[in-house]
């Protein structure tokens, strides 16, 4: 996802990004696959498992801190890297209805005084940095 998001911004190809259990840096290094989430400048969710998988939650921390831009955090609890496609899908159908549709009750997933994401008891180390 870094990869493609990051090579294609020169043509503005992107509007948001979702990260769904990435591979950890350093393991993507090793494997001759390099990404650098520090380019990552549109808005860009990530979620992935609670324990280490492909990323541990320090990995994930790191890619969330790299992105300068609207972004979210979140760690599955009882998930791994197979299943954060399928756990992750309301929360990526809301990612993109607010950021392609501008719909608004999708915002309130992750912004304003009580978003959802911040309250749901599968996920934690939630974290949300909103362009409000």
């Not at 992107?14 to 393991?27: D, G, I, N, W």
């Not at 380019?39 to 801190?65: F, N, Q, W």
């Not at 609890?77 to 899908?89: E, F, V, W």
Request: one cysteine or more.
């Amino acid at each position: 996802m870094f990869n493609a998001v990051n090579e294609q911004k020169q043509r503005n190809l992107y509007t948001c990004a979702v990260s769904l259990s990435p591979t950890e840096t350093a393991l993507a290094e090793a494997l001759g696959m390099h990404y650098d989430p520090h380019k990552t400048s549109i808005p860009t969710m990530i979620l992935a498992a609670a324990e280490k998988d492909v990323i541990s939650p320090d990995g994930v921390r790191e890619l969330y801190d790299a992105i300068d831009a609207p972004k979210v955090m979140a760690l599955r609890s009882d998930a791994d890297h197979g299943k954060m496609l399928y756990y992750g899908d309301g929360y990526v159908t809301a990612w993109f209805l607010y950021w392609l549709c501008g719909q608004k009750e999708a915002e309130k997933v992750f912004a304003g005084e009580n978003p959802e994401l911040i309250h749901n008891r599968f996920y934690q180390q939630q974290h949300i940095t909103w362009p409000f």
